[in-house]
């Protein structure tokens, strides 16, 4: 489950990196992480990568989603990248 305050964190945080994100925008990325099971803690990494790395005006569903799922599969880009560093 996701926290009210960590949802209303990530919202204003998200309003002042992109300001021309409306309610309704907000209203369906919270149904599709609730959708996708996100944790509190998920979602805020989602938001986190989003405002760290969209080159675009405005993000979409697609990237704060694609960015959690990508932690969870092995065989991503980022996890071969970071075992190829020496991480474990």
């Known amino acids: 489950m996701i926290s009210p305050v960590v949802v209303k964190?990530?919202?204003?945080?998200?309003?002042?990196?992109?300001?021309?994100?409306?309610?309704e925008f907000f209203k369906l990325l919270l149904t599709r992480v609730?959708?996708?099971?996100?944790?509190?803690?998920?979602?805020v990494s989602?938001?986190?990568?989003?405002?760290?790395?969209?080159?675009?005006?405005?993000?979409?569903?697609?990237?704060?989603i694609a960015g959690i799922e990508a932690e969870d599969d092995?065989?991503?880009?980022?996890n071969i990248a970071f075992i190829e560093r020496g991480g474990m």
């Open 34 to 43: 609730k959708a996708h099971g996100f944790t509190s803690e998920q979602l």
């Open 46 to 64: 989602a938001v986190q990568k989003v405002i760290d790395n969209c080159h675009y005006p405005r993000p979409s569903i697609a990237d704060f």
């Open 9 to 23: 964190n990530c919202e204003k945080d998200l309003h002042t990196a992109f300001p021309s994100l409306d309610e």
């Open 74 to 78: 092995p065989f991503s880009p980022e």
